[in-house]
């Protein structure tokens, strides 16, 4: 912006004097120019038809994504013990090996509690007994666990005593011997009714616990509270609503309670984001080949991958995001070409979606407050051309941003309130008012020194990322970490910054007549463009995902980026198509994309790799092969990829 225009309104003489007066004049004109750039285009350009090449590629692509999500996900039915011993009050376990045994671990599979305490102890005679193990620590629930006996531990007898609590779960026990054998199972003497289900599943006994066959990371309290909604239990987890775990509940009511059944529903909304991503590209760019551009790089980044393979909310208000905005999208573009009735029920679709993200995670909210940034501009503009359809539309928008979501979330709380025994409508809002309460107050208290804490402004360069799982047996690593491709969370940050700079260029948004004198008089407002127009929206739905969290007091992590990701791709997918001239650089950029996927993939995956990770330098030559190899197409089929990729189709 030139500087003799701040000179017309400021005055620099030992300080700053406003004029009001052009204060007031400068205000209107932002405001006018804001209006223009948010108002729907008079006449929106349809997207290109689908052709069967184009929803062969897209099948493609989600076939190789299905295949990626689900191999190595967690094993289901037939893995993982499913009979439990769920002792009454005071009563234990006492075994007989039949002889003097060297006993040197015990496995178990642990139940629902994770600090429920235990002892252990041990005798030769029956007579002289010898406690060999006090449980000091909770163990990861629905996951194998271990206790190591100290050195020349012998035994003809062994007794497991809960400390006289309720709730104590064991799914299965199994010892082994001075070699790691596994010994054959003891005879039960005492235990109560359910006790020989310690020993009915030992087929099942693994050498190592792995993610594989249990819990880890947050799943300890979103697949407890699941598990607890299903059978009406007081539920373990209640800091965030109760939707994201009925998701994964329904995972557990079809599948059984396995790690395959709980990250299931997780991976299915992992994969639906991506025809999600397509059709929102394609609406707004027009072209089949740039929503698959879109859908490669957001299908290919590490965050959506990881995040959606384990058994935690985050995943569900993401889909519902970015559902918000594109049916938000699809009623703001199409608004002026549409009837009523067509232009309500996106309306509707678009609160239903906001109802159902904020009823996952309280992070929705972020993501609703842009929708009426980007509505209101519209509707002012409806008002002006027809009184009438703007009061049709605001009880619309009641029905659909109010009543609807409003509906949805305290639905949702039905299994919440059963869990927590309330009788009636009464009861149970006032349940539901009372946890809103609590949860408001623990995010607002909550103090913590996690390790892989991070800050907002950390989150886009991938400073800190958060490592969920980590295990070394038998000289193999297994990782499973959450952060980000650095080829789109980093390119996202210079394209951001682009994009702001485009949007408040002078050029684009004023051009002066003849005085210089009567500034405000003087300005015009351009007509809104596609461009402005899709850049406005995209740069909305990207800061009202990201920008809230630097004003959360509370600790965060960098799995919170994960819902501004979708808008980082589309931003990106927007700079390439209007500002990269050269395919090779496009193509080329898709390829390292995948490429650094496939060199990151094991530790994304949990896919063991050697503790010295030599196999680190194949994983790279093979992504240093996919980019060469997009690098030599483009090459050779310039003129047709050009073709392919600026929408002539």
């Not at 497991?160 to 199972?185: K, Q, S, T």
């Amino acid at each position: 912006m030139p500087p003799e225009y701040f000179w017309r309104h400021f005055n620099f003489n030992g300080g700053v004097f406003l004029n009001i007066h052009k204060l007031k004049e400068k205000i209107i004109v932002y405001v006018k120019v804001l209006l223009a750039h948010m108002a729907p285009i008079s006449n929106p350009m349809p997207p290109t038809r689908m052709k069967k090449s184009d929803w062969g590629l897209f099948l493609v692509l989600m076939a190789v994504l299905s295949v990626l999500a689900f191999t190595n996900l967690g094993f289901g039915r037939g893995h993982v013990p499913t009979s439990a011993w769920r002792p009454p009050l005071m009563e234990f376990v006492l075994l007989d090996f039949g002889e003097v045994t060297e006993i040197t671990s015990m496995q178990f599979y642990n139940g629902h509690p994770d600090n429920l305490p235990f002892m252990i102890s041990i005798s030769e005679n029956h007579f002289s007994w010898m406690t060999v193990y006090t449980s000091s620590s909770g163990y990861t629930p629905f996951q194998w666990g271990n206790v190591y006996f100290p050195d020349g531990t012998f035994a003809k007898y062994l007794e497991i005593r809960p400390f006289g609590v309720e709730g104590f779960e064991f799914y299965e026990v199994a010892f082994r011997g001075a070699n790691g054998e596994l010994l054959p199972p003891p005879t039960l003497i005492r235990g109560g009714e359910t006790a020989y289900r310690l020993f009915d599943e030992q087929h099942l006994v693994p050498e190592n616990s792995s993610f594989k066959l249990g819990i880890y990371f947050d799943e300890t309290h979103h697949v407890r509270t699941a598990y607890d909604y299903l059978h009406g239990r007081r539920p373990t987890e209640w800091t965030h609503p109760p939707l994201g775990k009925v998701f994964i509940a329904l995972g557990i009511k079809l599948f059984g309670m396995n790690p395959f059944a709980w990250r299931l529903p997780g991976v299915m909304f992992g994969l639906a984001m991506i025809p999600l991503i397509y059709a929102f590209a394609r609406q707004i760019f027009k072209s089949n080949n740039w929503a698959l551009f879109a859908a490669i790089i957001f299908g290919f980044d590490f965050m959506r991958f990881t995040q959606t393979r384990i058994g935690t909310i985050d995943t569900f208000v993401t889909l519902f995001a970015i559902a918000m905005y594109f049916f938000m999208y699809l009623y703001i573009s199409g608004e002026k070409a549409r009837n009523f009735i067509r232009s309500a029920g996106l309306l509707l679709l678009c609160g239903a979606s906001m109802g159902f993200a904020i009823a996952s995670k309280w992070q929705g909210i972020y993501a609703a407050v842009g929708l009426p940034i980007l509505f209101f501009p519209v509707w002012y503009e409806i008002f002006k051309a027809d009184t009438r359809k703007a009061i049709k539309t605001v009880g619309v928008c009641v029905v659909a941003f109010i009543i609807m979501p409003l509906t949805i979330y305290v639905l949702s709380y039905i299994p919440f309130v059963k869990g927590m025994g309330g009788e009636g409508i009464a009861d149970g809002l006032r349940i539901i008012w009372e946890n809103q309460v609590a949860m408001l107050s623990f995010h607002g208290n909550v103090v913590s020194d996690h390790p892989y804490g991070s800050q907002w402004w950390s989150w886009p360069i991938t400073l800190i990322p958060f490592v969920y799982y980590a295990q070394i047996a038998d000289g193999m690593m297994v990782r499973i970490v959450a952060t980000g491709n650095p080829a789109i969370w980093w390119v996202g940050i210079p394209v951001a910054v682009f994009v702001i700079f485009r949007l408040i260029k002078p050029c684009g948004f004023f051009r002066k007549k003849n005085s210089e004198k009567n500034y405000s008089s003087e300005i015009i407002v351009k007509p809104t463009t596609s461009r402005d127009y899709t850049l406005t929206f995209l740069l909305v739905g990207y800061a009202m995902q990201f920008l809230p969290w630097i004003f959360v007091s509370r600790e965060t992590y960098i799995y919170h980026y994960f819902t501004s990701v979708p808008f980082v791709v589309l931003l990106i997918t927007w700079f390439f198509k209007n500002h990269v001239k050269h395919l090779w650089v496009t193509v080329g950029y898709a390829a390292v994309v995948i490429g650094l996927f496939v060199v990151f993939y094991p530790g994304l995956s949990g896919t063991p790799v050697a503790v010295d990770d030599t196999i680190t330098w194949f994983r790279f030559a093979l992504g240093i092969v996919i980019i060469s190899l997009g690098a030599r197409g483009i090459f050779r089929n310039g003129r047709k990829d050009a073709a392919f990729f600026n929408g002539k189709e």
